[in-house]
T-cell receptor, first 113, second 116 residues
Framework: ETGVTQTPRHLVMGMTNKKSLKCEQHLGHNAMYWYKQSAKKPLELMFVYSLEERVENNSVPSRFSPECPNSSHLFLHLHTLQPEDSALYLC????????????FGPGTRLTVL | AQSVTQLDSHVSVSEGTPVLLRCNYSSSYSPSLFWYVQHPNKGLQLLLKYTSAATLVKGINGFEAEFKKSETSFHLTKPSAHMSDAAEYFCVVSPFNSGGYQKVTFGTGTKLQVIP
């Protein structure tokens, strides 16, 4: 596979469930990002990992927990979510130290019941 | 500090007519500028980018954008709209050669409608 892949593409969960979103990049990049895209709101940066270290956490509630085990993989662990957390979650990657672009995955459409 | 303003939240054009999506930016540094497109329920796809080389940038699918420093603008154009261009478009700014991960700022998006 090429580019940035995300699984699952769609997820429906109850507020008491625990689930994880997975992102994998096949571009040899060393920075990865989680974004949240809600209807009628600008894209929100949630977390940034650069060289496998978390370098940004934009006041995201603790019910979202990221994990970056290596430069190719990024997870977003979800637990006790709220209905307002329903959104499209996008993963992106880029190469640190260059002006190169962020490349995005197709997203996971999350619905919290 | 940096910011980006997309001047129109919705643009409607007829198929075969020109497209103009407007973007203004502000940046304390020399910026890199990008346009992305997002089709419904899809991720963001890079259309084109400006990184201090030629001011007129050509992208995929016949789109191009011109960097105008004096006007702090980076408008996206296409000579002739196609039905498949209907999507949401995002203008993005980041510091040029930031030396670290990209601190990008996204615009709020412009939804392009193409009328048959």
């Amino acid at each position: 596979e090429t580019g940035v892949t995300q699984t699952p593409r769609h997820l429906v969960m109850g507020m008491t469930n625990k689930k994880s979103l997975k992102c994998e990049q096949h571009l040899g990049h060393n920075a990865m990002y989680w974004y949240k895209q809600s209807a009628k709101k600008p894209l929100e940066l949630m977390f940034v990992y650069s060289l496998e270290e978390r370098v940004e956490n934009n006041s995201v509630p603790s019910r979202f927990s990221p994990e970056c085990p290596n430069s190719s993989h990024l997870f977003l662990h979800l637990h006790t979510l709220q209905p307002e957390d329903s959104a499209l979650y996008l993963c992106a990657s880029s190469q640190v130290g260059s002006t190169d672009t962020q490349y995005f995955g197709p997203g996971t459409r999350l619905t919290v019941l | 500090a940096q910011s980006v303003t997309q001047l129109d939240s919705h643009v409607s054009v007829s198929e075969g007519t020109p497209v103009l999506l407007r973007c203004n930016y502000s940046s304390s540094y020399s910026p890199s500028l990008f346009w992305y497109v997002q089709h419904p329920n899809k991720g963001l796809q890079l259309l084109l980018k400006y990184t201090s080389a030629a001011t007129l940038v050509k992208g995929i699918n016949g789109f191009e954008a011109e960097f105008k420093k004096s006007e702090t603008s980076f408008h996206l154009t296409k000579p002739s709209a196609h039905m498949s261009d209907a999507a949401e478009y995002f203008c993005v700014v980041s510091p040029f050669n930031s030396g670290g991960y990209q601190k990008v700022t996204f615009g709020t998006g412009t939804k392009l409608q193409v009328i048959p």
